[in-house]
């Protein structure tokens, strides 16, 4: 039962990483598409997010 009960604890840890990660990103391209309807270019979004700028062309792109 201990195992179980650890098996589980360990399971739910990892949803809600992973909930939190995907949350990140959902968020970050909400970002990247309101700056870029604002006129920014990529260097600029990059530039204020610090993301890469390959990280945000991936994310564009994952969009469409």
């Known amino acids: 039962l201990m ?3 650890t098996v589980y ?3 739910l840890e990892e949803a809600t990483q992973k909930g939190l990660e995907q ?3 959902l ?3 909400r970002l990247i598409r309101n ?3 604002k006129g920014l270019t990529i260097e600029e979004i990059a ?3 610090e ?3 390959q990280e945000i062309t991936r ?3 994952e969009e469409q």
């Open 23 to 25: 949350g990140i990103e």
């Open 59 to 61: 994310l564009i792109s």
């Open 47 to 49: 530039e204020l997010t």
């Open 27 to 29: 968020e970050q391209k």
């Open 51 to 53: 993301l890469s700028s």
């Open 3 to 5: 195992q179980l009960s």
């Open 35 to 37: 700056l870029l309807s």
């Open 9 to 11: 604890t360990q399971r």
